[in-house]
């Protein structure tokens, strides 16, 4: 053993140590009270555990050479394990792999299961081939082909109820009919630095001074200006990106006529970066379009980043494919699944994952936003990407009569892990309510996705006012999102107060020695009621787009457990605080914080139950 073998050991003994700690952390909460940050870093350091167990192992694997000549196709049996619910993987992990089940925390979600999992294969070929052969992967396939061609029985679908045909008649074919032009989108949110809680950390102040003061706001909007980003491109108001935003997006603009100076309320109206020029020299490798062929006729792909103010950043890729022929639901699920696990690959042949791509045009961007954003790959508190299907063209989707295929296709997302009795009844929810009985407009989501349809010929809509529609849906999908990414970031800073029970004397604002902790304070809750009245005013924003936005907003707000600002521990934690230290310390503005957090808590959410409203 070399000297690089030892320290490749010990870094992998103090990696594991490490893993461990974060792991019996993470067991103190429940699946529920997980800090997202927390998840990240267990997940962080794991990944750096896999690459080190992968670089301790090289050696010996290299004596085997059979075994490099084994394919191991993740993308396969990804998909394969995608018919397996958590308490199945468990299992199949504690008999066949207790490496893989000895680094299951508790609350761990199914598809942090899997990636595990599939990381352990991808470093170890055994693995691989002992995972294949549990599946019989050959005598599957050929089990999945014999289905197909049979009719679709109880046994297949045991939630259809054949005795209503009209509702539930599934075509034995599984073929998604409705539309042969297809776009899947997929976005996921990632935090930024607080332009307005850290203000010192600002390097570019023209956007600063276009949030945060008026003048430079209308200027901004009026010239229809935006910030050069260099080889980037221009960073500008989504207002400007493209005209078909206009009418969805001009209503968000705040009413300046009444303010002035720095007194500028904020909005969720978000800048819009292109990123689509910067990977056209790259090809993007999807094999599910190289295996159907000419079947896929048109194939569009385009990329963006978004940035909400305060520090909420949104990457989206978009695929449109228009197909020869009705597509089916498994070839639709693989692409969503590829999407995710996307590379691109350069002229010299040389590949790259999309997720490094976008890491590296974030950290580009960053640096030139901010002077020292001191914010880490494991800290941005990625969230799960969430998926769109958006049926297009001419859209003939009769949604009553396939049910049951909609419900799998929304199953077989990888980060739904809803119930198929519990989307069957969302969809026939959906179904039954105006929006789609009079408007035609058929807009479900569900827990990691959203499904679009547009009927353009009940009703004689035109297809651009048909794109208009599906175009402002997956707007308001964004911003639902991320409201309640916002929701979410503020109040696992306050959170955190609570859980260290921090505040102490050394917060108060006599500390002239020291101002950073209470400055740090003030500017959290102040920038944080600035965020929940930008929040509060999405309401009205989508009210002038129509009743189906609305519909679809108050859905989708609902089904993701908003916070509660009036029962949160955290705020009363600080506000208790804030009264209690108003005793020894006559300071006006340990009164005006506690008024701020008053504040807060008063602002009604932008939807609520139809019986609370």
């Known amino acids: 053993m070399n000297i690089n073998d030892k320290q490749f050991r010990i870094d992998l003994d103090n990696a594991r140590r490490a893993l461990a700690i974060l792991e019996d952390q993470m067991a103190s909460y429940s699946s529920q009270e997980i800090p997202v940050s927390l998840r990240i870093q267990v997940e962080n350091k ?32 990804r998909a394969y394990l995608q018919h397996l619910d958590a308490i199945e993987i468990e299992s199949l992990c504690l008999d066949h792999f207790p490496i893989v089940y000895d680094k299951f925390a508790r609350g761990l979600r199914r598809d942090e299961m899997i990636n595990l999992l599939l990381a352990h294969c991808r470093n170890n070929v055994e693995a691989a081939q002992r995972l294949m052969a549990l599946f019989q992967i050959s005598e599957t396939q050929t089990q999945i082909e014999r289905n197909r061609a049979e009719p679709i029985s109880k046994e297949v679908y045991p939630y259809i109820d054949t005795s209503q045909p009209m509702t539930h008649d599934l075509d034995a074919d599984h073929v998604m009919y409705g ?32 949030i945060t003061n008026v003048s430079h706001m209308r200027r901004v909007f009026n010239n229809r200006s935006g910030f050069d980003l260099g080889g980037l491109g221009i960073l500008r108001p989504v207002i400007q990106a493209c005209e078909k935003y206009d009418r969805f997006w001009s209503s968000a603009l705040p009413d300046l006529r009444f303010t002035s100076g720095n007194d500028c309320p904020l909005c969720f109206l978000p800048y819009e970066l292109s990123l689509s020029e910067h990977f056209g020299k790259y090809t993007a490798v999807i094999p599910s379009l190289e295996r159907i062929g000419q079947s896929a006729k048109n194939i ?17 890729l978009g695929l449109t494919v228009e197909f020869e022929e009705f597509v089916d639901i498994a070839t639709l699920s693989q692409l969503v699944m590829e999407l995710e696990d996307l590379f691109f690959v350069d002229p010299e042949g040389n590949r790259k994952p999309s997720d490094d791509f976008f890491i590296d045009n974030i950290d580009r961007i960053c640096r030139l936003i901010f002077c020292d954003e001191s914010y880490l790959h494991g800290q941005r508190c990625w ?11 001419e859209t003939v989707l009769v949604p009553e009569r396939e049910i049951g295929d909609l419900v799998q296709l929304l199953h077989l997302i990888p980060n739904n892990q809803e119930s198929i009795d519990y989307l069957t009844r969302r969809v026939e929810k959906i179904l039954r309510e105006s929006q789609w009985q009079k408007n035609r407009i058929f807009a479900v989501p569900v827990q990691g996705a959203a499904l679009f349809a547009v009927d353009q010929r009940s009703i004689n809509r035109s297809k651009r006012k048909t794109l208009e529609i599906l175009g402002w849906l997956s707007d308001t ?39 950073r902790n209470f400055n740090y304070l003030e500017s959290l809750l102040r920038t944080m009621l600035k965020v929940m009245r930008a929040i509060a005013c999405i309401r009205p924003h989508l009210h002038k787009q129509g009743g189906s936005m609305m519909a679809f907003a108050r859905d989708l707000w609902l ?55």
């Open 46 to 77: 794991r990944q750096e555990v896999a690459k080190l167990e992968k670089r301790v192992d090289m050696p010996l694997a290299r004596q085997d050479s059979s075994e490099f000549n084994f394919n191991i196709d993740t993308a396969e049996l």
């Open 179 to 210: 539309s042969r032009i297809i776009q899947i989108g997929i976005f996921q949110m990632f935090r930024m630095a607080d332009l307005l809680t850290s203000p010192q950390t600002v390097k570019a102040w023209e956007f600063y001074d276009a």
């Open 300 to 316: 569009q792909m385009a990329a963006r980043l978004r940035i909400y103010s305060p520090g909420t950043g949104v990457i989206r």
């Open 383 to 393: 969230m799960p990407p969430s998926v769109e299907y958006s049926f297009r063209g």
């Open 477 to 515: 999908h964004e911003l639902i999102e991320a409201a309640l990414y916002a929701q979410r970031a503020f109040i696992e800073e306050i959170d955190n107060l609570y859980r260290t029970q921090l505040l102490d004397e050394s917060w108060l604002p006599e500390k002239l020695n020291d101002q």
């Open 559 to 613: 089904s993701n457990e908003p916070v509660d600002f009036q029962s949160s521990p955290g705020l009363t934690y600080v506000r208790d605080w804030l009264t209690k230290a108003q005793i020894t310390c006559d300071e006006k503005k340990l009164s005006e914080l506690e008024s701020i957090i008053t504040k807060i808590q008063m602002i009604p959410p932008p939807f609520c139950k139809k019986s609370q409203e």
